[in-house]
Every structure is written in C-alpha cells, then in structure tokens.
C-alpha cells in the first residue's frame, strides 16, 4: 500500500513571512495553470474529433432544428469522454492510507455500526472489530466521489455478476469483490499482471476456460469473467467450507490460506489465520466488508451513484466474419471508444468471428442502425485495408499480445511513454491512431506488450 508522507507541523510564527506568502501564491498560481492547460486539451480534442468525424455520419447525427439536442448519438459521444476521462483511471481509495498504522474515527458510535453489520443480514460471517471499522468508515465516509463513481459503474455491472454467482451458488454479496479487484475497471491491469475486472492471471484464466490468444483476452470479457469468478470461489469454499477464506484464497491463492492454517495450527477461520496470511491479503476480507456496507448504507452518508455514462440497455449480436471496429464506426456510425468499452476483450479491435462465433455488445441505441446496416457494405468496408492477410498473419505470430491502457499523466510525452514501456514512439502512433505527437492529461492510449 501507499503510504501517507508524514506531516512536518512547523510553529515558527504566528504569521506567514513575505517569502512563504510569495511561495503560496507562486504554487497556487502553478496549479491553476495546470488546470487550466488541462481544460484547454479536453476542449482541444473534442473540437479535433468532431472536426475527424465523417461526412456521411456527421448528417446522420446532427440534430434537427424541432429536437431539444438530444439523440442516442450524441449520449454515445459523451460516453466515449466520460471513458476516456474515468473508467481507466486508478481508484485511489485505500491505497491513500497506512491501514496498518491509522485509526479512523466517525460522528457514527460503534454500537450504531455494530447494529448496522447485523442489520445485513449477509450470507457471510461479518465480525465487527477495528480493523473492520477502519475499513467501513474508509469507504463510507473518506473518499465520497470515488465511491459514487463505483456506484454509477455498479448499476451496469452488478446485474451482470449477480446472475453469474447465482447460477452457481455463490452468496450475492461477493459481487463486491469486483470493488477491491479492480475498481470496476474492465481493462485492469496489476503489476503482477492479472487483467481485468475479476483480475485473473493467465494461467487461472485458461484453467478456468478463458480464452486467451493473439486476437482476444477473455479476462477482459466482463461476462466471462464473471462467470469464471463464480466457478472459482465455488470451488474455493468447496475446498475451505468458509467464504471469507474462499475470497482470502481468491486474492492469494489457496497455497498461502493451507500455509496460514497450518501456522493457526489447523484453526479454519480468517482471524485465527489472519496474522499468517500474506500483508496485501491481511486487508482483503476487512476493505470488501467495508464496501458492502458502504453501499448498504449509502443513503445515511449522502452518497448517490454518480453519472458515469455507461449505456442503460445493450444489445448484443452473433459475429461469424472477421469484423474491425473502424468498420463499425464508419459504416454503422457507433463512436470507437464506445465499442472499444463495450468489447474490451478484443485486443487488436478486431473480432475474430472467421475462427468461430464471437459476441459483440453495442448500446441499445445503436441496435437498429447495426441491424439495418447492409451486411455487405459494412463486412467489406476497407477490409483490404484493416483485415488483409498479412495484418492478420502478424497478430497471429505475435503469440497473444497483451494489451494494457495507460492513462497521460501530467509531464508525459510519447518519448517517455515509449521508453517506459519498451516500445517506440511509431507503435505508440500505430496503435492509438495518433496523427500528432500531441497529448492531453486524462488520455487514454493503448499498449501492445
């Protein structure tokens, strides 16, 4: 976890000197400079992408004089900026705080909190101790807009996850593990290299039938992997006969839980192991506490899902051809990155369909024009270009690439990008379609490792 810097308290006098006023304001002036270059790219790159938008969809979106503005077209667009701006960016949460070394404290007494747990009413065993505490006031009271934010994408993903963990059993509640995997980010990625929202790593995911290979990466399959999830802790709990050491196990593995209850001399529940269990795994049990009951209780804190864009409604469809999404774009006139969020296991935005039956997902709204679109004309439209056979040949060879998103930080160029992730500027260009070298904060570009 990150730790906090520690804070230096410095009682020299009473009032500030003239260089710290100086200071004060030379950073404050900094800042919002900063602020507002990055307000100025935001609005450079809507402008370079309406200006990017072909003729024929531009008459097809454009709205009437009689309508209010509003089409299903323009929501799509502002999905794609909400995307590009949010849905990849890193969830701070407890990673802010030494959750081994703070304690926490709310307006909220423990008798009202330890009333509250009970009220649950969950599948699971919930104790309520200081470690649990420090965790249900972390996510209900320390960081409201990271958690409305989680609620806005909860409304999309929940549904999803709670059919596949009742198909096989599982206790509904454990659809807030999604919360701690991965910040209900589809194109995850952790350090160790487990991707996607349920955040498996290569060998699990295969062992759990997920596809991985040069064109997709069903890890990042939302469904899917929901799916394998369920079928894994199933399994876990089979093992242990506990769901908190069943979702203990899903975090670390269920070598390191058999290593802890050896060292608990054989006792089987997560406080008596707790101390054996590995550091990261320790917080594990007590943060997806933490989110449930902040989500059960988000009323009493003032916290509302936010408005994140997802789509209400999609529809999916039958793919059978070899289909690029530049294809649909411009034949069918869904934005990129809309289809981009919506399909994130296809790695090289191209769906296999050739090799068998794959699945494309696509807002509600965009369901009629997909199916009114001539399947010719949409199937052809530049496929000498996007899906010749020597494209396809070196994703082939290029033995299942991975592929990550990196978000623009603040100093970034596509030199610094490049070198960090060893690869060179003219991929970087390559795979982000980039027509410039020029970047925004808050970009989303894609990486081929």
Same mark, same amino acid.
Request: aromatic content about 12%; hydrophobic content about 40%.
């Given at each position: 976890?990150?730790?906090?810097?520690?804070?230096?308290?410095?009682?020299?006098?009473?009032?500030?000197?003239?260089?710290?006023?100086?200071?004060?304001?030379?950073?404050?002036?900094?800042?919002?400079?900063?602020?507002?270059?990055?307000?100025?790219?935001?609005?450079? !790159?809507?402008?370079?992408?309406?200006?990017?938008?072909?003729?024929?969809?531009?008459?097809?979106?454009?709205?009437?004089?009689?309508?209010?503005?509003?089409?299903?077209?323009?929501?799509?667009?502002?999905?794609?900026?909400?995307?590009?701006?949010? +849905?990849?960016?890193?969830?701070?949460?407890?990673?802010?705080?030494?959750?081994?070394?703070?304690?926490?404290?709310?307006?909220?007494?423990?008798?009202?909190?330890?009333?509250?747990?009970?009220?649950?009413?969950?599948?699971?065993?919930?104790?309520?101790?200081?470690?649990?505490?420090?965790?249900?006031?972390?996510?209900?009271?320390?960081?409201?807009?990271?958690?409305?934010?989680?609620?806005?994408?909860?409304?999309?993903?929940?549904?999803?996850?709670?059919?596949?963990?009742?198909?096989?059993?599982?206790?509904?509640?454990?659809?807030?593990?999604?919360?701690?995997?991965?910040?209900?980010?589809?194109?995850?990625?952790?350090?160790?290299?487990?991707?996607?929202?349920?955040?498996?790593?290569?060998?699990?995911?295969?062992?759990?039938?997920?596809?991985?290979?040069?064109?997709?990466?069903?890890?990042?399959?939302?469904?899917?992997?929901?799916?394998?999830?369920?079928?894994?802790?199933?399994?876990?709990?089979?093992?242990?006969?506990?769901?908190?050491?069943?979702?203990?196990?899903?975090?670390?593995?269920?070598?390191?839980?058999?290593?802890?209850?050896?060292?608990?001399?054989?006792?089987?529940?997560?406080?008596?192991?707790?101390?054996?269990?590995?550091?990261?795994?320790?917080?594990?049990?007590?943060?997806?506490?933490?989110?449930?009951?902040?989500?059960?209780?988000?009323?009493?804190?003032?916290?509302?899902?936010?408005?994140?864009?997802?789509?209400?409604?999609?529809?999916?469809?039958?793919?059978?051809?070899?289909?690029?999404?530049?294809?649909?774009?411009?034949?069918?006139?869904?934005?990129?990155?809309?289809?981009?969020?919506?399909?994130?296991?296809?790695?090289?935005?191209?769906?296999?369909?050739?090799?068998?039956?794959?699945?494309?997902?696509?807002?509600?709204?965009?369901?009629?024009?997909?199916?009114?679109?001539?399947?010719? !004309?949409?199937?052809?439209?530049?496929?000498?270009?996007? +899906?010749?056979?020597?494209?396809?040949?070196?994703?082939?060879?290029?033995?299942?690439?991975?592929?990550?998103?990196?978000?623009?930080?603040?100093?970034?160029?596509?030199?610094?990008?490049?070198?960090?992730?060893?690869?060179?500027?003219?991929?970087?260009?390559?795979?982000?379609?980039?027509?410039?070298?020029?970047?925004?904060?808050?970009?989303?570009?894609?990486?081929?490792?």
């Amino acid at each position: 976890m990150k730790k906090f810097l520690p804070f230096f308290l410095l009682l020299l006098v009473a009032v500030p000197s003239v260089a710290q006023n100086k200071k004060a304001l030379k950073a404050e002036n900094e800042s919002l400079k900063a602020e507002l270059a990055a307000l100025q790219a935001k609005l450079d !790159s809507l402008r370079q992408e309406r200006k990017e938008v072909p003729v024929q969809e531009t008459i097809q979106t454009q709205p009437s004089s009689e309508d209010s503005g509003y089409s299903a077209e323009l929501s799509d667009s502002l999905i794609d900026v909400w995307y590009k701006m949010h +849905l990849s960016s890193d969830f701070v949460g407890s990673n802010e705080y030494d959750m081994d070394a703070v304690h926490f404290t709310s307006n909220v007494s423990d008798e009202e909190l330890m009333r509250r747990l009970s009220a649950m009413n969950a599948y699971i065993t919930i104790p309520f101790n200081e470690t649990v505490k420090n965790y249900m006031i972390l996510y209900s009271e320390k960081m409201p807009r990271h958690m409305q934010q989680m609620m806005g994408r909860s409304i999309y993903y929940f549904p999803i996850f709670e059919e596949k963990l009742a198909k096989y059993g599982v206790p509904l509640e454990l659809k807030y593990m999604s919360i701690i995997e991965s910040n209900l980010n589809p194109v995850a990625e952790s350090k160790a290299g487990a991707m996607g929202i349920w955040q498996f790593m290569y060998r699990t995911g295969k062992l759990y039938g997920l596809k991985i290979n040069s064109f997709m990466d069903e890890r990042l399959d939302v469904e899917k992997s929901a799916d394998a999830a369920a079928r894994y802790l199933r399994d876990a709990y089979n093992v242990f006969g506990d769901w908190n050491l069943a979702i203990s196990a899903y975090n670390c593995g269920s070598g390191n839980v058999n290593k802890a209850i050896k060292r608990a001399g054989g006792k089987m529940d997560f406080w008596s192991i707790y101390p054996y269990l590995p550091h990261e795994t320790r917080g594990y049990v007590p943060a997806f506490i933490g989110a449930m009951y902040a989500f059960h209780y988000a009323r009493e804190y003032g916290l509302k899902p936010a408005d994140v864009g997802m789509p209400a409604k999609v529809d999916t469809f039958e793919i059978r051809r070899n289909l690029h999404f530049k294809q649909i774009n411009e034949v069918v006139g869904v934005p990129l990155e809309t289809v981009k969020m919506l399909n994130p296991q296809y790695t090289h935005d191209i769906i296999p369909g050739k090799d068998g039956t794959c699945i494309l997902t696509l807002p509600y709204s965009w369901t009629g024009p997909f199916i009114g679109a001539n399947q010719d !004309s949409l199937y052809l439209h530049r496929a000498p270009e996007l +899906l010749n056979a020597q494209i396809l040949k070196n994703i082939e060879e290029s033995g299942g690439e991975t592929r990550i998103a990196y978000k623009v930080k603040e100093g970034d160029y596509l030199g610094r990008i490049a070198q960090k992730n060893h690869c060179t500027v003219a991929q970087l260009k390559k795979w982000n379609h980039l027509r410039s070298d020029r970047l925004r904060i808050g970009q989303i570009l894609y990486i081929y490792r």
